[in-house]
């Protein structure tokens, strides 16, 4: 595929690894490649589409903006990989290996057992006990060690997990078995061990694949919004810094419609900041030199000068980062259901398998024949099915949600998540978009020929009005005029010709609030109201949640009148003008009164209730910390994911406890047979691989969990 | 019973073959990239100019 790219490596080649989030296809993959393949002096280009990652070999001549260059040509936006985002460990990959090895000691020993269960007798079944032990024992102790050391860990600290039956079953059957073939027994449980293993290890392996693929979706999107700031240096030139290398005294060059990497103060300029993200406060506030301004806002008009005044560890976002340590005992105390279910399960197999071996003592059946009995009980009752119950659900319905566009991030987040009650919905970004769109009135009452123009003009501006009035306009299938002489003027507007009149996109005379005024020349001016609108469906999403018994409201930061705008058109009960503290104080008040808090935000102002919440879902468009904080986050503009998400996983976790009752239901049927000493290996493998895939069945019902 | 000492060692050995291979694709970072593999057979080979 890259052939006519290779060429002779005869120059130092250097490796450089991009982020490019936007590849999400085979042929996003191909132009990637050839794209960066045609750069002289690149030698190789690899994708790796699950990472968003191209990985490419090149001359030491060759540099980063020059291959960031040729991919914003071929229309992706790339960054260079930030080293805290180094590839993230994979869960899976430490389970690989003991799961193929499981998956061909299991095979082979099953096929001798099958010779033996045939009728294989005398010296032939020792040959074949000896040849499953040779197998079988290795194998048992290097695929079981997942297990083994998380029994361990969970043991000194003198609590249990699932992971001490299992243990302790593996630990007994083996050494029986083992004393079974010394002795030329009968019976050897190889087989039944090593299929457990197998299940179980596939189970823990869906669970970690899980994780990984969600935390793939996120990672990609936090590399998306890797901050940084242009830099005067004291040449007068310009220098991209990224953030964490930014130290006070510096100054930095901030464009219209850029957000601040750093706090500082304003040097030189004047503009309008929107400080929604790390406030709630949807009115953009004006700055003028000398007043401070604060990481992470939106520089809505003017490009500005702004000498850094602190960076990293000392701004307002590091402060918010402090609050949220300090909130998620919620989420650390939650149990998962799993653990759970083997706290009360373990004591009662092993009770269970305890009067197995005193009973049959009792009645005179001789230690040995009393041991057997007893492992056969801890056997059968392994919770093999009940190892897959959980995994095999959530990671359907995650799949199911992901296709949806909503990623979630961990098992445990879809359980937390079927126990809400209460939304707490953030109003700027969450419960509406997050960025002002031009009023859908005025645009209709414009004539032909003016949207025409105020599409050309605005096409000419990167202004953030400019660029969502362009973006509306052309939504409406406008088409643009033809304009000539076109300037931009930073914070007065865009001016040019039209059909030898003069026309311009201007800043209003006087308006309140956010708007833009449309100019032609010998007709009245237009005013263009912009105000930040509800997400598509949000009313829909609404009456859904109520629907489903969820009680949603408004926690805002934004000013009261605003929020009150927001609460009569919806009709949520609104508190507005919380800060950080307040939304986690709110959150706080309903899980003491009993409830179960779902947080939506998108903030940096709600990192710290998203963390304390019972779970939390964030969308896309939010900040790095809102997506970090939040279980779930999704992608869209739709609010409707909020009560998919939330009926997905009450699906999920009904299917779950369906996998219980199945699971337990045959152990019902098996114990019984085992304490009577009635069950053979034969018997407890076709019992184990039965209530497998019947759990793994009812599992895939969830396959349209997200409707 | 001599036909059983023959087909056992190959068996064994087969299987143990599948294992090494699977260990050396593991080595070799073949599971890095599923989604990229499942993707990369749609790849025209032919450099099309309009591609």
């Given at each position: 595929?890259?052939?006519?790219?290779?060429?002779?490596?005869?120059?130092?080649?250097?490796?450089?690894?991009?982020?490019?989030?936007?590849?999400?296809?085979?042929?996003?993959?191909?132009?990637?490649?050839?794209?960066?393949?045609?750069?002289?002096?690149?030698?190789?280009?690899?994708?790796?589409?699950?990472?968003?990652?191209?990985?490419?070999?090149?001359?030491?001549?060759?540099?980063?903006?020059?291959?960031?260059?040729?991919?914003?040509?071929?229309?992706?936006?790339?960054?260079?990989?930030?080293?805290?985002?180094?590839?993230?460990?994979?869960?899976?990959?430490?389970?690989?290996?003991?799961?193929?090895?499981?998956?061909?000691?299991?095979?082979?020993?099953?096929?001798?057992?099958?010779?033996?269960?045939?009728?294989?007798?005398?010296?032939?079944?020792?040959?074949?006990?000896?040849?499953?032990?040779?197998?079988?024992?290795?194998?048992?102790?290097?695929?079981?060690?997942?297990?083994?050391?998380?029994?361990?860990?969970?043991?000194?600290?003198?609590?249990?997990?699932?992971?001490?039956?299992?243990?302790?079953?593996?630990?007994?059957?083996?050494?029986?078995?083992?004393?079974?073939?010394?002795?030329?027994?009968?019976?050897?449980?190889?087989?039944?061990?090593?299929?457990?293993?197998?299940?179980?290890?596939?189970?823990?392996?869906?669970?970690?694949?899980?994780?990984?693929?969600?935390?793939?979706?996120?990672?990609?999107?936090?590399?998306?919004?890797?901050?940084?700031?242009?830099?005067?240096?004291?040449?007068?030139?310009?220098?991209?810094?990224?953030?964490?290398?930014?130290?006070?005294?510096?100054?930095?060059?901030?464009?219209?419609?850029?957000?601040?990497?750093?706090?500082?103060?304003?040097?030189?300029?004047?503009?309008?900041?929107?400080?929604?993200?790390?406030?709630?406060?949807?009115?953009?506030?004006?700055?003028?030199?000398?007043?401070?301004?604060?990481?992470?806002?939106?520089?809505?008009?003017?490009?500005?000068?702004?000498?850094?005044?602190?960076?990293?560890?000392?701004?307002?976002?590091?402060?918010?980062?402090?609050?949220?340590?300090?909130?998620?005992?919620?989420?650390?105390?939650y149990?998962?259901i799993?653990?759970?279910?083997?706290?009360?399960?373990?004591?009662?197999?092993?009770?269970?398998?305890?009067?197995?071996?005193?009973?049959?003592?009792?009645?005179?059946?001789?230690?040995?024949?009393?041991?057997?009995?007893?492992?056969?009980?801890?056997?059968?009752?392994?919770?093999?099915?009940?190892?897959?119950?959980?995994?095999?659900?959530?990671?359907?319905?995650?799949?199911?949600?992901?296709?949806?566009?909503?990623?979630?991030?961990?098992?445990s987040a879809l359980e937390r998540m079927a126990t809400i009650d209460r939304?707490?919905?953030?109003?700027?970004?969450?419960?509406?978009?997050?960025?002002?769109?031009?009023?859908?009135?005025?645009?209709?009452?414009?004539?032909?020929?003016?949207?025409?123009?105020?599409?050309?003009?605005?096409?000419?501006?990167?202004?953030?009005?400019?660029?969502?009035?362009?973006?509306?306009?052309?939504?409406?299938?406008?088409?643009?005029?033809?304009?000539?002489?076109?300037?931009?003027?930073?914070?007065?507007?865009?001016?040019?010709?039209?059909?030898?009149?003069?026309?311009?996109?201007?800043?209003?005379?006087?308006?309140?609030?956010?708007?833009?005024?449309?100019?032609?020349?010998?007709?009245?001016?237009?005013?263009?109201?912009?105000?930040?609108?509800?997400?598509?469906?949000?009313?829909?999403?609404?009456?859904?949640?109520?629907?489903?018994?969820v009680?949603?409201?408004?926690?805002?930061?934004?000013?009261?009148?605003?929020?009150?705008?927001?609460?009569?058109?919806?009709?949520?009960?609104?508190?507005?003008?919380?800060?950080?503290?307040?939304?986690?104080?709110?959150?706080?008040?309903?899980?003491?009164?009993g409830h179960k808090v779902l947080?939506?935000?998108?903030?940096?102002?709600?990192?710290?209730?998203?963390?304390?919440?019972d779970a939390?879902?964030?969308?896309?468009?939010?900040?790095?910390?809102?997506?970090?904080?939040?279980?779930?986050?999704?992608?869209?503009?739709?609010?409707?994911?909020?009560?998919?998400?939330i009926?997905?996983a009450r699906?999920?976790m009904?299917?779950?406890?369906?996998?219980?009752?199945?699971?337990?239901?045959?152990?019902?049927?098996?114990?019984?047979?085992?304490?009577?000493?009635?069950?053979?290996?034969?018997?407890?493998?076709?019992?184990?691989?039965?209530?497998?895939?019947?759990?793994?069945?009812?599992?895939?019902?969830?396959?349209?969990?997200?409707? | 019973?001599?036909?059983?000492?023959?087909?056992?060692?190959?068996?064994?050995?087969?299987?143990?073959?599948?294992?090494?291979?699977?260990?050396?694709?593991?080595?070799?970072?073949?599971?890095?990239?599923?989604?990229?593999?499942?993707?990369?057979?749609?790849?025209?080979?032919?450099?099309?100019?309009?591609?």
């Open positions: 595929m890259t052939a006519p790219a290779r060429q002779l490596d005869s120059a130092a080649p250097e490796t450089t690894v991009l982020v490019v989030p936007g590849m999400h296809c085979a042929s996003c993959m191909a132009k990637v490649e050839r794209g960066l393949g045609a750069v002289p002096g690149v030698s190789a280009a690899r994708v790796n589409l699950t990472a968003r990652q191209v990985r490419v070999e090149h001359e030491a001549g060759v540099t980063m903006p020059q291959l960031v260059d040729a991919l914003g040509n071929i229309g992706f936006a790339s960054q260079p990989r930030g080293e805290e985002l180094d590839a993230p460990a994979s869960a899976v990959k430490p389970l690989l290996a003991p799961l193929a090895v499981a998956a061909f000691a299991c095979m082979n020993v099953m096929l001798l057992s099958v010779s033996i269960w045939s009728g294989a007798e005398g010296a032939t079944r020792d040959l074949f006990h000896w040849l499953s032990a040779a197998m079988g024992v290795p194998a048992i102790l290097y695929a079981g060690r997942p297990f083994f050391t998380s029994a361990w860990s969970a043991l000194s600290r003198r609590t249990t997990n699932m992971d001490v039956p299992i243990s302790i079953g593996v630990t007994l059957a083996t050494g029986l078995s083992l004393w079974e073939t010394v002795h030329h027994g009968e019976e050897a449980w190889f087989d039944g061990t090593l299929m457990l293993l197998l299940f179980l290890l596939a189970g823990r392996a869906l669970d970690a694949g899980m994780r990984d693929r969600a935390r793939a979706g996120v990672d990609a999107l936090l590399r998306q919004a890797a901050p940084g700031a242009m830099v005067v240096t004291p040449g007068g030139g310009l220098d991209w810094l990224p953030a964490l290398d930014l130290v006070p005294g510096m100054t930095m060059r901030l464009a219209a419609g850029e957000r601040l990497a750093a706090d500082g103060e304003i040097v030189t300029g004047e503009s309008r900041f929107d400080q929604s993200l790390l406030t709630g406060e949807s009115a953009p506030v004006l700055a003028r030199v000398g007043d401070a301004v604060l990481a992470g806002t939106l520089n809505l008009e003017n490009p500005v000068d702004v000498r850094v005044t602190a960076a990293g560890q000392g701004t307002t976002l590091a402060e918010i980062a402090r609050l949220m340590d300090a909130s998620g005992q919620v989420r650390s105390a149990v998962r799993a653990d759970r279910a083997s706290r009360l399960y373990a004591p009662a197999v092993h009770t269970l398998a305890a009067l197995t071996f005193a009973g049959w003592m009792i009645a005179g059946a001789g230690l040995h024949q009393s041991l057997v009995y007893a492992i056969a009980v801890l056997i059968i009752t392994c919770p093999c099915a009940l190892g897959l119950a959980v995994p095999v659900a959530q990671v359907v319905a995650c799949g199911a949600l992901m296709k949806r566009g909503i990623m979630v991030k961990d098992g939304v707490l919905l953030d109003k700027t970004g969450t419960l509406t978009l997050g960025r002002p769109l031009p009023d859908g009135a005025v645009l209709d009452a414009l004539p032909d020929d003016a949207a025409a123009v105020a599409l050309g003009l605005a096409s000419h501006s990167r202004h953030p009005l400019s660029r969502a009035l362009a973006e509306a306009l052309a939504g409406r299938g406008v088409k643009p005029a033809l304009l000539t002489q076109v300037q931009e003027e930073a914070g007065q507007g865009v001016r040019a010709l039209w059909n030898e009149r003069s026309v311009a996109l201007r800043r209003p005379d006087a308006a309140s609030g956010i708007a833009t005024a449309l100019d032609i020349a010998g007709e009245p001016a237009w005013l263009i109201p912009f105000a930040d609108r509800l997400r598509p469906g949000a009313d829909a999403a609404l009456a859904r949640l109520g629907g489903l018994g009680q949603p409201a408004i926690l805002s930061g934004d000013n009261a009148a605003a929020v009150a705008e927001v609460a009569r058109s919806t009709g949520l009960e609104a508190q507005g003008e919380a800060s950080p503290q307040d939304k986690q104080q709110a959150i706080a008040r309903l899980q003491a009164a947080m939506a935000g998108d903030g940096l102002n709600d990192g710290p209730a998203l963390a304390a919440a939390s879902i964030a969308p896309g468009t939010a900040s790095d910390v809102g997506r970090q904080a939040a279980d779930l986050v999704f992608l869209g503009d739709g609010l409707d994911a909020i009560p998919r998400a009926s997905a699906r999920t009904k299917v779950v406890r369906e996998n219980f009752v199945m699971a337990i239901g045959y152990n019902l049927l098996a114990v019984p047979l085992a304490m009577a000493g009635h069950v053979t290996p034969l018997i407890a493998a076709v019992a184990m691989s039965t209530s497998s895939l019947v759990v793994i069945a009812n599992s895939l019902r969830l396959v349209g969990a997200a409707r | 019973m001599n036909g059983l000492a023959i087909l056992i060692p190959v068996a064994l050995g087969l299987g143990g073959l599948g294992l090494v291979a699977f260990f050396w694709a593991l080595k070799r970072g073949q599971f890095e990239d599923l989604d990229g593999a499942a993707a990369r057979i749609l790849i025209d080979d032919e450099e099309e100019p309009r591609a």
